[in-house]
């Protein structure tokens, strides 16, 4: 059957919470048969990747599945009805993509942040500025940080405190106790941060940031959730 997300449901499907930031109203459009059986193919194998890393974090993902296809309508309707791809993840010039989060997509090269203890550091955004997509047409794209999609791999975390910040909307800080999801070598753990998921867009800046608790260079973090994007945003190699 083809899909189209109620406007009193869409990120609404699934028990994780889902943060707008102050978008009150979403825009939808019907994905067909073939572009809801191509974007759910695709989902379901990035959900096997990882899950080969970790079953939990694999889990999560796989219950998201049903948020990641209202974006995909709500950025559809946004971008007047282009059709998805049905190689979802190599669009043609005209046609709608799906793929994984990497740092270009937040202009940026690296999820390595360096922090002080005491110090308001940041995913996405900056002390100054406000993180947007790109609004440029055939350049559009939006994203979907996953709930629960913030990920560390090292031998202590660095933060217990996170703040989503938007043009719209300020949220009061909330607190997450990292959960040890699998220890993968000697000292190295992966640790799974029990955040939100995210709508970003270029309607919205947004920033998220959190408090480290210890100094260091080159914490790397890791995003996971999708890219929804127009062909023109990715098609070739980018460094930024």
Request: net charge negative; charged share 20%; no cysteine.
């Amino acid at each position: 059957m083809a899909y189209e997300p109620s406007k009193d449901l869409i990120f609404r499907q699934t028990p994780y919470t889902v943060v707008t930031g102050g978008i009150d109203t979403f825009e939808t459009a019907t994905l067909d048969n073939d572009e809801e059986n191509e974007i759910e193919t695709f989902l379901h194998k990035l959900a096997d990747e990882i899950a080969k890393k970790s079953p939990k974090i694999g889990a999560d993902f796989r219950n998201q599945i049903q948020n990641m296809k209202d974006l995909a309508s709500y950025f559809k309707a946004k971008v007047d009805n282009k059709p998805y791809s049905p190689t979802i993840d190599t669009p043609d010039p005209g046609q709608l993509g799906m793929n994984v989060i990497i740092p270009q997509f937040f202009n940026k090269n690296t999820f390595s942040v360096d922090v002080t203890a005491g110090t308001t550091a940041y995913i996405w955004g900056t002390s100054a500025t406000y993180f947007t997509t790109s609004s440029t047409v055939d350049q559009r794209y939006m994203i979907y940080p996953m709930a629960n999609g913030i990920i560390h791999i090292v031998d202590t975390p660095f933060t217990q405190q996170f703040q989503f910040t938007t043009q719209k909307k300020s949220y009061p800080p909330f607190t997450v106790d990292p959960l040890v999801v699998e220890t993968i070598e000697e000292n190295k753990t992966i640790y799974q941060y029990r955040t939100p998921g995210f709508i970003l867009n270029w309607d919205l800046g947004s920033k998220l940031s959190f408090m480290p608790n210890r100094t260091a260079n080159g914490v790397e973090f890791n995003i996971i959730g999708i890219v929804v994007y127009e062909y023109g945003a990715f098609n070739s190699l980018t460094w930024v």
